[in-house]
């Protein structure tokens, strides 16, 4: 039991980014109001970020910039000591990709909305159906 | 010059998408000219490249010259530079063709859809060429959100699809960037060559098991595999012609070849279809989607939908015959993707000079096609001719690979799946063309004395052809759909022998 | 066996594709029939001019395109070829005169297409004869297919829509899922599909892969009509007469022949058929087409159906020629097939003429119309003597040596069933005729007037039936090619087998 305590709690970045992976895609599937959706395709993006930025995460670990050695004076650059920047760098894409993508759907939803009157799927349903 | 051909191939119609939304603003005649200059310079890259690496040449270009793993490396070799003449030449071709149906269909947005337009292109040209594992998600997306926004520009409907679109795009898209993430953690690195370097020490590794399954599956959600297909028909049914007829022949051979490049180029053919053993399972998948695609094909009543099922079909032709794990069978899928955009470009511009005449794309209001429109109607005979797999048309010949390929993997039933689907192809398309020639019926049938109210039966259907400019580039399509199935042997001996690894037999 | 390489043959495909734009673009329907003649005769002129080097025992190869490594698209010509291509492009000739007869004479519609297809079909034909290996043969054959569609359903009614959906549903549909598979089944056991004298099967599979294999050749190549996969033919009798003349007595089905033809004696070859008793399978299906075609035909009132039944029946004679694996029989059958195009076609001829003289489809309606189209119905007479077999015809040519053919492979049963099916022949033949002529004159439905179709419509069929009786006298050259084909395709024949065989 304890085993599986500290594997839980070893990894619980990992479960972090799950659980919200898994509430993004909930609210994808099942909700009905599409700006929910959109909210939920938002949460699922996110989620995917998280999980970048966290595993660059170290112990202790700091910017990657280069410091002035108080004692020598000089300028070293000590890679053991410094978080992943890389991981980072990658997000700061991915973020604009997400915020297009938020841009796109929302313009989209705009659109459906100026169409039906509505952001409710069912009703936008029952309304292609009547025609 | 010619050794930054592959950093040209990307960049000119990168930049010129700003150069258009700026023209557009000025002098909306302008947006045009510029795109199809930057796509004509991508394809005459594109084509250049092709021959400098014919028999097995492999161009690396580094860019910033920044050497992998640091910097992206942009690399060319008989897999990619393939897909890359196809990618540009359908976006060049389409283009022109649908030059009139653009400014009708959105008369004071043509600066939007050019840039979009191009982007789109740059954004798929780019995952074919990239060698970087997340340089290819950026510019999937750039592919993505510009065809999103592509999609959303059509019918009533356009925008629900759309947005139906995006939250599986996305999802798919995610899956893939999770799955390069643990590639990440596992190997600290995202070039391609570097991670095929690194990756077989640690084949044991679960983490690396889970980043192909998970990058797999968010690409099999990209290209449309069933049962992830829900969103493309709608997508492309409802979008307008010049849209569907870019985004439908590239976007899901271009996620085809992403997943050849992952499984055969970034992890080994011998992990991908041996050690951990799906590809039976996913060829099982492929055949379903084959028959489903086919059978749901058979059910549908517009033309648009019916060619957007019968992409789901052919995407279960690629993945199966990639899955086989056979030279005949990657040779048949590789084949497949350049084929299969061609077939369905000519397809999908032969619907859009329909749509442009009638106005409608329904099998009710084809009748009398043939007669009307005799090009655009022989032009998708031929395409469909092609898809139902005659000879000597292009559909043939990777008909001809995936089926050697299943005999010699003993697969019987994917030879048994690509027979049904010919023949509901048969079913699909004279059923059209039944229509077109029999439809309406005359009076009176022949026999001498009624000839006369035939001859006048026969002429009151006149010829309405879409315009010249419409028309002549669509010939010219389905003509090379025969060019391309004689070329057969030539492409397979001089540049897909050379794609497909040594190891595989 | 020296071998020429040239591009003739390709010629002989290509000049009746290149006349299509030309009939296409030409306003004038003087001109557009004109073209149809410049290539009808170029085409026949081409291949007759490769006749003299066959017999002088070369054969002709080009390689059009190399598609799949290890099989071209290649033609070949040999005797047995040129001997198709030899009847068909020389049919088309008549037939293009017979046409414009037919079709003007009916003010029919389209007729540009009309004459565009055909031409079609007539390139697709040759380029079966001349195939070299199955895939090129496939690939013609599906050519085929396709473009006598529009022929087919001509009328664009009901009952041409109707006809069209069968003959697609069962030519191509045995065609991709029959021929296509076995194909790739054979390329994947032996690497290659070329055609050689003696097959190339020989140790590729197991007794059971080949039978299957066989089977699903022969039913595939649905043109031949084998029963049960015959039933598209009478179906295909709606399409304009000329249509069903060419194409339903000479292009389509002996192409369905010629195909079945070749895949016994260039895909399998007589040592494994006989070695595995594959044979006797073949002739036990070929004469039960035989009987039961010539018994449906008794029951047919409409003329073109009886003809088709009795075309049904009359290929599988050629497929029996093919089983029967003695030179004897191989001739005969190579024989039969061109004996029979020049006999069918006057039949088919001659109910077009019919038609368009008095509008009658029924054997019915034709009680005493020897006295209205004498000139016709004594065409009729010859023609349905050539098919029955009776001298001083082709058709008794090709039936004797059939019919020495069963007696040199020791099949008596056959002999019987070759006999018994001419008899049948005899019995839905001969009373149309009787009819025609003697009848009372009340009986007669007819003025006793003379009235025939036009020139257009009468020439050809005089000629064909001269042809047919010309063929009895003059059988050169075809009888020397299809001495020679039988001759190549049993020349690896084990010797022991060989001693009884060759003896004449």
């Not at chain 3, 066996?1 to 006349?19: D, N």
């Not at chain 3, 004459?115 to 013609?140: E, I, K, Q």
């Not at chain 3, 257009?456 to 020679?484: K, Q, R």
């Amino acid at each position: 039991m304890e085993d599986v305590i500290s594997f839980v709690i070893s990894k619980y970045n990992y479960w972090c980014y799950i659980v919200l992976l898994m509430i993004g895609l909930y609210a994808m599937i099942v909700k009905n109001n599409l700006v929910k959706k959109i909210i939920g395709m938002n949460i699922f993006q996110t989620a995917i970020i998280l999980f970048y930025v966290s595993i660059s995460v170290k112990k202790e670990g700091t910017l990657p910039t280069i410091i002035i050695d108080p004692v020598t004076g000089t300028h070293t650059a000590r890679a053991a000591d410094y978080i992943n920047p890389l991981p980072h760098v990658l997000m700061l894409t991915a973020i604009v990709v997400s915020v297009a993508t938020l841009g796109i759907a929302l313009a989209l939803a705009i659109k459906i909305y100026k169409e039906y009157d509505t952001l409710e799927e069912d009703e936008i349903f029952a309304q292609i159906r009547k025609k | 010059m010619n050794q930054h051909l592959p950093a040209i191939i990307v960049t000119v119609p990168l930049l010129s998408a700003f150069v258009i939304t700026a023209a557009g603003w000025l002098n909306k005649k302008l947006c045009f000219p510029i795109a199809i200059a930057a796509l004509g310079v991508s394809l005459y890259c594109s084509i250049s490249l092709l021959i400098s690496v014919a028999s097995g040449k492999i161009i690396i270009y580094n860019l910033g010259g920044w050497a992998p793993p640091w910097g992206i490396s942009y690399t060319v070799d008989p897999l990619n530079c393939l897909v890359l003449v196809a990618v540009a030449s359908v976006a060049f071709i389409n283009i022109i063709a649908t030059k009139k149906n653009v400014e009708e269909e959105y008369p004071d947005k043509i600066g939007a859809f050019y840039t979009l337009y191009v982007l789109f292109a740059t954004g798929l040209i780019g995952i074919v060429i990239t060698g970087d594992a997340f340089n290819l998600y950026v510019l999937l997306e750039i592919a993505a959100l510009t065809g999103y926004a592509l999609l959303g520009m059509g019918s009533r409907r356009a925008p629900l699809a759309s947005l139906n679109y995006i939250f599986l795009g996305t999802i798919g898209a995610c899956f893939y960037l999770l799955g390069v993430g643990y590639l990440y953690i596992a190997t600290g690195s995202l070039n391609m060559k570097d991670l095929s370097a690194i990756l077989p020490a640690i084949y044991h590794s679960k983490t690396i098991l889970f980043a192909f399954i998970i990058c797999l599956t968010g690409l099999f959600i990209k290209m449309a595999l069933f049962p992830m297909h829900a969103w493309l028909p709608n997508a492309y049914t409802y979008a307008s012609s010049p849209a569907t007829s870019l985004i439908a022949p590239l976007t899901t051979k271009v996620m085809v070849y992403a997943m050849l490049r992952i499984t055969l180029d970034v992890f080994t053919p011998q992990y991908s279809f041996g050690t951990i053993g799906i590809s039976h399972s996913i060829v099982w998948i492929a055949i379903i989607a084959i028959i489903m695609g086919s059978l749901m094909a058979l059910a549908q009543r517009g033309l648009k939908k019916m060619l957007s099922y019968i992409i789901v079909a052919e995407v279960g032709y690629m993945v199966g015959g990639l899955w086989l794990g056979n030279r005949a069978g990657i040779t048949g899928s590789i084949l497949h993707i350049i084929n299969d955009a061609a077939m369905t470009l000519c397809l999908f511009l032969a619907v859009g000079n329909i749509i442009y005449k009638t106005k409608t794309d329904s099998f009710d209001d084809l009748k009398g096609l043939l007669k009307k429109m005799p090009l655009t109607m022989g032009a998708f005979i031929l395409g469909g001719l092609s898809i139902i797999g005659v000879p000597p048309t292009c559909g043939f010949f990777s008909k001809w690979y995936l089926i050697s390929g299943g005999l010699a993997a003993g697969h019987y039933a994917f030879v048994a799946a690509l027979l049904f689907s010919s023949l509901v192809n048969v079913v699909l398309f004279f059923r059209i063309i039944e229509i077109g020639f029999f439809e309406p019926f005359k009076e009176h049938v022949s026999g001498h004395h009624e000839c006369i109210t035939d001859q006048i039966a026969g002429n009151r259907i006149m010829i309405e052809e879409a315009p010249a400019g419409m028309v002549i580039p669509l010939v010219i399509v389905a003509g090379f759909l025969i060019f391309l199935g004689l070329m057969t042997g030539n492409i397979v001996t001089s540049i897909i022998q050379f794609a497909i690894p040594a190891g595989i037999s | 066996m020296e071998t020429i390489v040239s591009v003739k043959p390709f010629l002989a495909v290509l000049v009746s594709i290149l006349a299509v734009p030309l009939i296409v673009a030409s306003r004038n329907p003087n001109l557009r029939e004109t073209w149809t003649f410049i290539a009808a005769g170029l085409k026949f002129l081409i291949i007759a001019s490769m006749v003299p080097l066959l017999l002088s025992g070369s054969q002709i190869e080009y390689t059009i395109a190399t598609v799949i490594p290890g099989v071209p698209i290649k033609l070949r010509v040999d005797p047995f070829g040129i001997l198709f291509a030899l009847v068909s492009s020389f049919l088309w000739i008549i037939t293009s005169v017979y046409s414009i007869g037919y079709m003007r004479g009916l003010n029919e519609h389209s007729q540009t297409r009309y004459f565009s297809f055909f031409a079609l079909s007539l390139s697709a034909a040759v380029g079966v004869a001349f195939s070299a290996n199955l895939f090129t043969l496939f690939l013609f054959y599906e050519m085929l297919s396709f473009s006598t569609y529009p022929l087919v359903t001509h009328h664009q009614d009901m009952e041409a829509r109707s006809s069209g959906r069968k003959y697609l549903l069962y030519i191509v549909g045995s065609s991709i899922g029959l021929v296509l598979p076995s194909m790739l089944l054979i390329y994947n056991l032996t690497g290659t599909l070329e055609f050689t004298s003696n097959g190339f099967m020989q140790g590729a599979g197991s007794p059971a892969v080949i039978t299957i294999l066989l089977m699903a050749l022969i039913f595939g190549f649905a043109k031949a009509a084998v029963m049960p996969f015959h039933s598209w033919l009478p179906a295909a009798m709606v399409a304009p007469t000329p249509v069903s003349a060419l194409l339903h007595a000479v292009a389509v089905v002996k192409v369905g022949v010629f195909c079945i033809f070749r895949i016994i004696t260039g895909v399998f070859g007589a040592n494994l058929l006989t070695s595995l008793n594959l044979d006797t399978l073949v002739c036990i299906i070929a004469s039960f087409t035989m009987i039961a075609a010539s018994l449906i035909a008794l029951t047919q009132d409409n003329l073109k159906r009886r003809l088709a039944f009795s075309t049904i029946g009359q290929l599988s004679y050629i497929i029996l020629g093919a089983a029967l694996l003695t030179p004897k029989g191989l001739t005969g059958g190579m024989l039969h097939l061109a004996t029979h195009a020049f006999g069918k076609i006057t039949l088919f001829f001659c109910a077009g003429a019919i038609f368009v003289a008095t509008g009658a489809k029924n054997i019915s309606e034709m009680v005493g119309i020897g006295k209205r189209m004498p000139v016709t119905m004594a065409a009729f007479f010859i023609g349905s003597l050539s098919v029955i077999g009776l001298p001083p015809l082709g058709g008794f040519l090709s039936k004797w040596n059939l019919i020495l053919g069963s007696l040199q492979a020791h099949r008596l049963s056959m002999l019987f069933v070759i006999l018994l099916s001419s008899l049948l022949n005899a019995a839905y033949f001969l009373p149309i005729v009787y009819k025609a002529f003697f009848c009372t004159s009340e009986e007669s439905l007819f003025e006793n007037k003379i009235k025939e179709a036009s020139y257009w419509c009468v020439i050809p069929l005089v000629i064909t039936a001269i042809g047919s009786i010309a063929f009895f006298f003059y059988p050169e050259p075809f009888f020397s090619l299809a001495n020679m084909a039988a001759e190549n395709f049993l020349s690896a024949r084990s010797v022991a087998a060989g001693a009884s065989l060759l003896k004449p």
